[in-house]
């Protein structure tokens, strides 16, 4: 059973500074790594997703994804209330590519202080 | 429909009564998934459709606990003699062929057993 593991937190980032989320994953053949943001009460959502070591820039928005340590992180730049949420971290369930469904984390809850 | 529809929206029902929650998934999606959310924890996978095929259907719990999908579109997730465990928010989410990362989630079912 492939794990993904996060600190559940909460962790609190004041308004406009960088919230830095980190996710550690068991299974070394996973290739592609996603994060989910989950409002309170609703359903999660894709927000970004990385298949190579190194970083993706998306807006505030950044992956970095390190293979040989098994972890990926997601950098969220001059961070605003709105960006309150849980973060899920998820990988494929199988590995290999092409597969289907992910296995989620339990997730990060961040809170943006204002 | 423009998204994933679930309902109902909750429900409550009595221990060792048996429940039906229903997916319909975005037109045009071959995939189709379950998930488990319990307070606090993360999401749970319980079995995916790849058109009204499963092709894994090991996360499910129990043998209490059965699904099916007609015409590559609506699924049914039934729950047999229910109990307290049980309870949970159960999501439903679909996907496009060759994008089974990107995960369109329902507003799911909230299961309340008493």
């Known amino acids: 059973q492939k794990e993904v593991e996060q600190n559940s937190g909460p962790l609190s980032v004041p308004e406009g500074a960088i919230a830095s989320l980190n996710c550690t994953y068991s299974d070394r053949g996973s290739q592609s790594f996603f994060w989910y943001r989950q409002y309170s009460g609703k359903s999660p959502e894709l927000i970004m997703s990385i298949y190579s070591n190194g970083d993706k820039e998306d807006g505030r928005f950044t992956a970095q994804l390190n293979k040989a340590s098994q972890y990926v992180s997601l950098l969220i730049r001059d961070s605003q209330p709105s960006d309150s949420a849980t973060y899920l971290c998820?990988?494929?369930?199988?590995?290999?590519?092409?597969?289907?469904?992910?296995?989620f984390g339990k997730g990060t809850h961040l809170i943006i202080q204002p | 429909g423009a998204g994933v529809s679930q309902s109902p929206s909750n429900k409550v029902t009595e221990k060792g009564k048996d429940v039906e929650l229903r997916c319909d998934p975005i037109?045009?999606?071959?995939?189709l998934y379950w998930y488990r959310q319990s307070l606090g924890q993360g999401l749970e996978f319980l079995i995916y459709?790849?058109?009204?095929?499963?092709?894994?259907k090991s996360g499910l719990p129990s043998d209490r606990f059965s699904a099916e999908r007609t015409g590559g579109s609506v699924s049914t997730l039934t729950i047999q003699r229910t109990q307290q465990e049980d309870s949970a928010v159960y999501l439903c989410?679909?996907?496009?062929?060759?994008?089974?990362?990107?995960?369109?989630f329902g507003s799911g079912t909230q299961l309340s057993v008493l």
């Open positions: 998820a990988v494929p369930l199988y590995s290999g590519g092409g597969a289907d469904g992910l296995t």
């Open positions: 989410a679909s996907s496009f062929r060759g994008q089974n990362e990107k995960l369109f």
């Open positions: 459709f790849q058109g009204n095929s499963a092709p894994d």
């Open positions: 037109s045009g999606h071959t995939a």
